[in-house]
């Protein structure tokens, strides 16, 4: 077979052609899908964004300065807000007489014990995609910090993708006086996404030494009980009391940057710098919401809330705290929170050997709800401390016969507890008479 025929055979060419034809045919269909596909695609982008009219300036609808450096240049937007302001229920100026102690607790980070409220830099950034790597890019970099009795935001906008290695250095200058950082899931993305960005433009970081206080797990550890989700507008709207009229969704924002990009309308960035603000403006409130909880009991709070604080508390190794806190939620009516308060009073108390503190409390709450846990710590006391095996006996048993019942995991369990008592209490008995 001649190299030809060969190669007609690993193609599927032959030579009348009808192959050839055949192939374009279908290369045509494909390109008219595609067509369709893309077609389709624009429809939908241009349905979900939002329409302008005629471009308007960026300066205009966004006070601020071009910022020139040996990098080059970039768009600096600058909002100055009275300490008085309030935002949602917040006054703005109550972060600046925060206990740092509580700051410090929130971060889980002993750094900023040493620090004070007004060395804070909130951070938030707008980027041109949700899903990191290296090509992502923060077109919008928010930064927030109190002067004197002002809140100033200035939002570092790059004008085009050029700009971006002049505002990270701007970025680096403003950074020099800030000393700790406040976002809202900011360790996960925005903190990362910018390190990606001064590896990619070969500077140094500014930020990667700076102590951290990330809302987003003091949120889902003291709040997640009672939000549908842990995203920042929801916390705004159900425990703030802020409300974003007319503001753009956060998903929209990538590509109305390229709207920009396309158009150079200000009236697009101008409404992502809006929503970039108010995210500065509600990460401060926040902060005053998770410290206010964190720093002293609040008995108007329902008991699920005293249980997050009291749990929170424990997990941060205020231990001794967190039990003041949770012991009047022992007696609570509502089952799941006496339980689990009880279960981390007794961590407490086990771990000091307060004995003559916790046992009252298991006998409590297995009398009240028949608890297996405090059934079957009860258990472990008196066969290990008190070397009473009828008395553990009894419990286990009473907890095997007790309504709600045990699951079948739980019976067996318990079950296998009871022979290992049954047999200790038999092997005691022949020893004593034996002595006799």
């Not at 807000?81 to 509580?102: C, K, M, Q």
């Not at 920009?260 to 697009?268: E, F, K, S």
């Not at 007794?346 to 297996?372: A, C, M, Q, T």
Request: aromatic share 6%.
């Amino acid at each position: 077979m001649s190299i030809v025929k060969k190669l007609q055979r690993l193609t599927g060419e032959t030579d009348s052609g009808k192959t050839i034809a055949d192939r374009a045919g279908k290369i045509s269909e494909l390109r008219q899908r595609i067509e369709q596909i893309m077609a389709r695609r624009s429809t939908q982008v241009s349905s979900s964004s939002r329409q302008y009219g005629e471009p308007s300036s960026l300066s205009d609808l966004c006070p601020g300065r071009e910022i020139s450096n040996h990098r080059g240049s970039c768009y600096v937007a600058r909002t100055d807000s009275p300490a008085s302001t309030h935002h949602g229920n917040r006054r703005l100026d109550a972060f600046l007489s925060l206990d740092i102690e509580v700051l410090s607790l929130l971060a889980n980070d002993r750094k900023l014990r040493h620090l004070a409220p007004q060395d804070v830099m909130f951070l938030d950034t707008e980027t041109t995609g949700l899903s990191g790597g290296t090509g992502t890019i923060a077109f919008l970099i928010g930064l927030g910090w109190f002067e004197g009795d002002t809140l100033r935001a200035e939002q570092i906008f790059l004008r085009d993708f050029s700009d971006e290695s002049a505002a990270l250095t701007y970025l680096t200058e403003v950074a020099t006086d800030k000393k700790f950082l406040v976002t809202f899931n900011g360790r996960a993305f925005d903190v990362g996404i910018l390190a990606t960005r001064f590896i990619m433009n070969r500077l140094p970081d500014p930020l990667s030494q700076f102590p951290h206080l990330d809302l987003l797990p003091p949120v889902r550890r003291l709040l997640g009980h009672r939000l549908i989700n842990n995203r920042l507008g929801t916390v705004e709207r159900e425990l703030l009391a802020v409300s974003r009229h007319g503001d753009v969704p956060g998903y929209e924002i990538p590509q109305l940057y390229f709207q920009w990009l396309q158009r150079r309308d200000g009236t697009v960035i101008a409404d992502i710098i809006r929503h970039n603000l108010l995210d500065i403006l509600s990460m401060a409130t926040l902060t005053l919401h998770l410290a206010e909880l964190t720093a002293e009991p609040h008995h108007h709070l329902d008991h699920a809330d005293l249980l997050a604080t009291g749990r929170f508390l424990f997990c941060r190794g205020k231990e001794s705290e967190a039990v003041d806190r949770l012991r009047p939620l022992v007696r609570s009516p509502r089952s799941e929170v006496s339980s689990e308060s009880v279960r981390i009073i007794s961590r407490y108390y086990k771990r000091h050997g307060l004995w003559e503190e916790v046992v009252p409390i298991w006998e409590d709450l297995f009398s009240r709800d028949n608890d297996l846990y405090p059934a079957c710590e009860l258990a472990k006391y008196y066969e290990h401390k008190r070397r009473d095996h009828g008395r553990a006996i009894e419990i286990v048993c009473r907890a095997l016969s007790g309504s709600p019942a045990p699951t079948e995991k739980e019976r067996a369990a318990l079950l296998h507890r009871l022979r290992r008592l049954e047999r200790l209490a038999t092997r005691n008995a022949g020893n004593s008479s034996k002595k006799r």
